[in-house]
């Protein structure tokens, strides 16, 4: 079963011997490695359409896992009862969804101990309701795929009063932002390259410069424009 270097750095993060609720499994190809793998004991695979959840059921089928992993419909965690499973994996889907599956369920998405995230789209957006949440960020990948970057955020709902993460942080990941990783530097110019796009953009209005947005965006900017030249002692591009 090959399912791609973006699911399998996904699955990278889950616990061993950890049990999964993967919501928006689609094709459940990545419960099924799991158990495969011997990483996790069993999972609840969760789609919120039946096209996904009948293609999880053909995949677990041919995989003999029917009394290891269960597919049930429904919207996001309403499917899942606290403490079911001990870890959650959302993947392949833009952060405001990931947002709104979180906060519907609090009880469920604070039960977790191991929560992993792959957002397709505002990952910084995703990183200040999970900090703003009381979530604690336990480790952060990067992963290429088809020419594509994606984060992966590993978080938890903390025991403690987290602190606030800066602007910095939330763009670039706590964790990315300490620990090293090969892809930090392509990752790094992705960002800047963005911001410098939406600035150009945004210039070409009088009305769009005079704006807060406009500030903070040339804020953020900056900072990244910064740590990429301390990183690296020259300019992103
Ligand atoms: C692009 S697929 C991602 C599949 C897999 N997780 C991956 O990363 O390869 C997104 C899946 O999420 C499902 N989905 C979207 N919103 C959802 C929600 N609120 N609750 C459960 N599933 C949802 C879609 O039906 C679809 O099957």
Redesign the pocket.
Known sequence: MNIGT??QT?ASFVPKNSSLA?????HA??PVWLLKEGVITNAIA????EG?CKAAENTVAAYGYKNKIEVRI???LECIKPGEVNSLAI???GGS?II??LSRNPEVSNSFSTIVL?PMAASNSLRQWLNKNGFEFLDEGLVEEGNILYEILVVRKADYPTTTLTNIELEVGPCLLKNQNSLFEKYLQKLCLHYEKLLANMSKSETAKKTDKFVSITKIYQELEKLYYERYGKRYC
């Open positions: 973006r699911l996904i993967d919501v928006g499994t689609d190809y990545l969760c789609d919120i359409a996904p429904g919207n996001g993947a392949g889907m969804t709104d599956i792959q």
